[in-house]
């Protein structure tokens, strides 16, 4: 299983219009062959960070997501973030 995790911190007066709208969130996503599941991290900081958190079958099923039109429209939402960082993981135990 492959875990991608985007972080990023949120100005105060902005946390919660971004919590809402990953909240309210298309779930394209989720109809993507390999798709395991998202979940949106808020830490408890006046100015907060923001994960997003997405689980995958392996490596090809995240990487034609990624290049699909609908990566690219949510990717487009949050390119204001220019503090916003991405790793990838692979399970290795449970």
Do not use: C, N
């Not at 919590?19 to 830490?43: C, I």
């Amino acid at each position: 299983m492959i875990v991608a995790i985007s972080r990023f911190r949120a100005p105060p007066e902005e946390a919660d219009g971004w919590v809402q709208r990953l909240q309210e969130r298309s779930r394209r996503v989720d109809g993507y062959a390999g798709f395991l599941g998202l979940e949106v991290l808020r830490s408890f900081e006046r100015s907060p960070e923001i994960l997003l958190v997405t689980r995958w079958t392996d490596r090809e099923a995240m990487k034609a997501y990624f290049q699909s039109e609908d990566f690219q429209r949510a990717r487009g939402a949050s390119a204001s973030q220019d503090d916003a960082t991405f790793a990838l993981y692979e399970v290795v135990a449970t």
